[in-house]
T-cell receptor
Framework: DGGITQSPKYLFRKEGQNVTLSCEQN?????MYWYRQDPGQGLRLIYY???????QKGDIAEGYSVSREKKESFPLTVTSAQKNPTAFYLC??????????FGPGTRLTVL | KQEVTQIPAALSVPEGENLVLNCSFT??????LQWFRQDPGKGLTSLLL???SQREQTSGRLNASLDKSSGRSTLYIAASQPGDSATYLC??????????WGAGTKLIIKP
């Protein structure tokens, strides 16, 4: 079964806690992306990676960190510095903007 | 900076009707525009990509048009069905790896 997998589906964070969202792909795409989606807003780019061991900040990178040690994996850490992390997080992979395949998403809630 | 707007934010129509969803953009210097579908609590699926050199792109009951001079794209859905209920988002690229997104139109098809 090919595609993008994200885990967990639901995640709860306590104040001051770091949490990590997983994203794995078996599509063999070089580029991977993390987006944040809030109600009534378009998707906003957090980070993207064009190739292993390289990544760039998107529009809202503050309070987030990523790593890209393997082509298949692009985990996102939501740090305690992110003051309003409650949102739906989407991971995508693709050759470029013309071809982006999305995972099912992780809903993060701050307790 | 490019802005993408989708109006209305929500639309409810009876089953069987033909309908049009709108997407507006402020900078006409785009090289393509994409339409995506998002089911509740799920990831996004690409529906249609229309290149700047095209005026229309069709897939089944879906037809997307692009008018760069007026900064507008429409997604036409023929003979709507309850299974078409979802949020429809449009996006335009502003680099090889980054998209600017509309906030989406939530469509409800009433049986």
């Amino acid at each position: 079964d090919g595609g993008i997998t994200q885990s967990p589906k639901y995640l709860f964070r306590k104040e001051g806690q770091n949490v990590t969202l997983s994203c794995e792909q078996n599509l063999n795409h070089d580029a991977m992306y993390w987006y944040r989606q809030d109600p009534g807003q378009g998707l906003r780019l957090i980070y993207y990676s064009q190739i292993v061991n390289d990544f760039q900040k998107g529009d809202i990178a503050e309070g987030y960190s990523v790593s890209r040690e393997k082509k298949e994996s692009f985990p996102l850490t939501v740090t305690s510095a992110q003051k309003n992390p409650t949102a739906f997080y989407l991971c995508a992979a693709g050759a470029n903007t013309d071809t982006q395949y999305f995972g099912p998403g992780t809903r993060l809630t701050v307790l | 900076k490019q802005e993408v707007t989708q109006i209305p934010a929500a639309l409810s129509v009876p089953e069987g009707e033909n309908l049009v969803l709108n997407c507006s953009f402020t900078d006409s210097a785009i090289y393509n525009l994409q339409w995506f579908r998002q089911d509740p609590g799920k990831g996004l699926t690409s529906l249609l990509l229309i290149q700047s050199s095209q005026r229309e792109q069709t897939s089944g009951r879906l037809n997307a048009s692009l008018d760069k001079s007026s900064g507008r794209s429409t997604l036409y859905i023929a003979a709507s069905q309850p299974g078409d209920s979802a949020t429809y988002l449009c996006a335009v690229p502003y680099s090889n790896y980054q998209l600017i997104w509309g906030a989406g139109t939530k469509l409800i098809i009433k049986p």
